[in-house]
Nanobody, 124 residues
Framework: QIEVVQSGGGLVQPGRSLKLSCAVSGSDFMNYTMGWYRQRPGKQRELVARIYENGHISYADPPYGDSVKERFILSRDSAKSTMYLQMNSLKPEDTAVYYC?????????????WGQGTQVTVSS
């Protein structure tokens, strides 16, 4: 069974950076599909970016996905069984609750394990 624990987030000024972490417990870290999602107030949860077991990274659809590619870095560390989202040049519109999702590759996102969510607020 996969379990995930998030950390990071908080209040930051526009233009600054934050790094989110998602620690994964499970026996097959490098074979999981893992992603970051966000949920803005009054909006549905949406994909930010995900990494597949082969290391390929996909992003949200444009135009938001283009902005993510320019400013965010998704990475994973197998030694620590942790996925990261380095968020740079943050904007007020990045304000949201961010969730990580980890799943076995044959399962759907809904069947995966969700982190508890972490609030990111970008404001001066």
């Amino acid at each position: 069974q996969i379990e995930v624990v998030q950390s990071g987030g908080g209040l930051v000024q526009p233009g600054r950076s934050l790094k989110l972490s998602c620690a994964v417990s499970g026996s097959d870290f490098m074979n999981y599909t893992m992603g970051w999602y966000r949920q803005r107030p009054g909006k549905q949860r949406e994909l930010v970016a995900r990494i597949y077991e082969n290391g390929h990274i996909s992003y949200a659809d444009p135009p938001y996905g283009d902005s993510v590619k320019e400013r965010f870095i998704l990475s994973r560390d197998s030694a620590k069984s942790t996925m990261y989202l380095q968020m740079n040049s943050l904007k007020p519109e990045d304000t949201a609750v961010y969730y990580c999702n980890v799943r076995e590759k044959q399962k759907s996102v809904q069947e995966g394990a969700w982190g508890q969510g972490t609030q990111v607020t970008v404001s001066s």
